[in-house]
């Protein structure tokens, strides 16, 4: 069983940045890849930025050239870089592993995090 902890929401005006980090509460043998979601009041979730276990990236439009995410293997999490906030990037960040695997006999699963705030303020 892994757990994932968000940690690094908070409260900032627009323009400004947060570093948002998901942290893993084990080692992690294998992953197809780690992504960082969204959700704002009343709308669905939606897939921000994902990076694959190769490394490639990808971002939702709205957030190209603002994120960044990246693997820290050392620390054994992933972090998201926010700036140039904008007022609708308000929202819960949810952090999520698929088709992770604790050992190489395991079967993969998904898991999510709990979530963390942003706000962004006008």
């Known amino acids: 069983q892994v757990q994932l902890v968000e940690s690094g929401g908070g409260l900032v005006q627009a323009g400004g940045s947060l570093r948002l980090s998901c942290a893993a509460s084990a080692r992690i043998f294998s992953f197809n890849s780690i992504g960082w979601y969204r959700q704002a009041p009343g709308k669905q979730r939606e897939l921000v930025a994902v990076?694959?276990?190769?490394?490639?990236?990808r971002y939702v439009d709205s957030v190209k050239g603002r994120f960044t995410i990246a693997r820290d293997s050392a620390e054994n999490t992933v972090n998201l870089q926010l700036n140039s906030l904008k007022p609708e990037d308000t929202a819960v960040y949810y952090c999520?592993?698929?088709?992770?695997?604790?050992?190489?006999?395991?079967?993969?699963?998904?898991?999510w995090g709990q979530g963390t705030q942003v706000t962004v303020s006008s």
């Open positions: 999520n592993i698929a088709g992770a695997k604790i050992t190489s006999w395991g079967l993969p699963r998904d898991y």
């Open positions: 990076i694959s276990s190769s490394g490639s990236t």
